[in-house]
């Protein structure tokens, strides 16, 4: 059974930083697509980052590119996303997931998710 647990959300002002955190077990996920997708209230969940298995190809919500850095550790079974210059547009519940097959911008291509990590921007 696959787990993942988001973690390193919470409160900042506008312009500040977070860095997510995914960490993995159950399984190695070094095969996998790690995704980040996000959800604000009363909004339907979005991509926002993804990477392949080897950490070579990575892929960005028009959104978030040139602010957020996404990048996995296979040897921790882990997966970050760096958030820079955050708006308080970014704010919402930030998921972490992971697909077999690359097609980063599909829901319904993951087949674990975990729980999200609330983000939550001041202006």
């Known amino acids: 059974q696959v787990q993942l647990v988001e973690s390193g959300g919470g409160l900042v002002q506008a312009g500040g930083s977070l860095r997510l955190s995914c960490a993995a077990s159950g399984r190695s996920l070094s095969n996998y697509v790690m995704g980040w997708f996000r959800q604000a209230p009363g909004k339907e969940r979005e991509f926002v980052a993804a990477?392949?298995?080897?950490?070579?190809?990575?892929y960005y919500a028009d959104s978030v590119k040139g602010r957020f850095t996404i990048s996995r550790d296979n040897a921790k079974n882990t997966a970050y996303l760096q958030m820079n210059s955050l708006k308080p547009d970014d704010t919402a519940v930030y998921y972490c997931?992971?697909?077999?097959?690359?097609?980063?911008?599909?829901?319904?291509?993951?087949?674990?998710w975990g729980q999200g990590t609330q983000v939550i921007v001041s202006s």
């Open positions: 990477i392949s298995g080897g950490g070579s190809g990575t």
């Open positions: 997931a992971a697909a077999l097959k690359w097609g980063p911008v599909n829901l319904i291509r993951y087949d674990y």
